[in-house]
T-cell receptor, first 118, second 115 residues
Framework: GAVVSQHPSWVICKSGTSVKIECRSL??????MFWYRQFPKQSLMLMAT?????????EQGVEKDKFLINHASLTLSTLTVTSAHPEDSSFYIC??????????????FGPGTRLTVT | QKEVEQDPGPLSVPEGAIVSLNCTYS??????FMWYRQYSRKGPELLMY????GNKEDGRFTAQVDKSSKYISLFIRDSQPSDSATYLC???????????????FGKGTKLSVKP
């Protein structure tokens, strides 16, 4: 399958600071990438859909001014958690949308970034 | 009622056992059904992808979809300790879980296969 990387894999920051998470599609160009959040023992919840060259589409209840998404190239999307608070501590996972032979799509997931806000 | 229901377990089985994992859903628009495996502190990895009803087999894994009952299953034969992970079902109304039909995940079932 395709390779998606995330950086950093783990970050600890102080309350009130901002954190940037990078998601890279390493072996194919992704016009669409997704950002998910996963709390312990909970399901993955879609936060936003990121399209290259346009504004991200946020899911209901996700603050777009707090979670800034930039998809500046076909291989890189970034999520910036601004003014982080302890309740933002979670596992953030990105995915890239790839078109398979036969016309089906598949989401390739990154390894995730664990954010801890103290 | 949540759109996708999945028993979180944990489920513990001996090596070699047949494992049955299940999800139920309420949205009849779902057409695409997936099973992902997620190891601890890692991203999900696609195991099986099924469109509409029916069975699909890949090695030791079999996915079943019963749209009339809104019920999907994943069977693992001859389970191995390396199968120990959390298994998430996911489904979508479109052929990619994008803005026209998001991927809706179950909570995941934590499986432990004991040697």
């Amino acid at each position: 399958g395709a390779v998606v990387s995330q950086h950093p894999s783990w970050v600890i920051c102080k309350s009130g600071t901002s954190v940037k998470i990078e998601c890279r599609s390493l072996d194919f160009q992704a016009t669409t990438m997704f950002w998910y959040r996963q709390f312990p023992k909970q399901s993955l919840m879609l936060m936003a859909t990121s399209n290259e060259g346009s504004k991200a589409t946020y899911e209901q209840g996700v603050e777009k001014d707090k979670f800034l998404i930039n998809h500046a190239s076909l291989t890189l999307s970034t999520l910036t958690v601004t003014s982080a608070h302890p309740e933002d501590s979670s596992f953030y996972i990105c995915s890239s949308l790839g078109l398979l032979a036969g016309g089906n799509y598949e989401q390739y997931f990154g390894p995730g970034t664990r954010l801890t806000v103290t | 009622q949540k759109e996708v229901e999945q028993d979180p377990g944990p489920l513990s089985v001996p090596e070699g056992a047949i494992v049955s994992l299940n999800c139920t859903y309420s949205n009849s628009a779902f057409q695409y059904f997936m099973w992902y495996r997620q190891y601890s502190r890692k991203g999900p990895e696609l195991l099986m992808y099924t469109y509409s009803s029916g069975n699909k087999e890949d090695g030791r894994f079999t996915a079943q979809v019963d749209k009339s009952s809104k019920y999907i299953s994943l069977f693992i034969r001859d389970s191995q300790p390396s199968d120990s992970a959390t298994y998430l079902c996911a489904m979508s109304a479109s052929n990619y879980g994008g803005s026209q039909g998001n991927l809706i995940f179950g909570k995941g079932t934590k499986l432990s296969v004991k040697p």
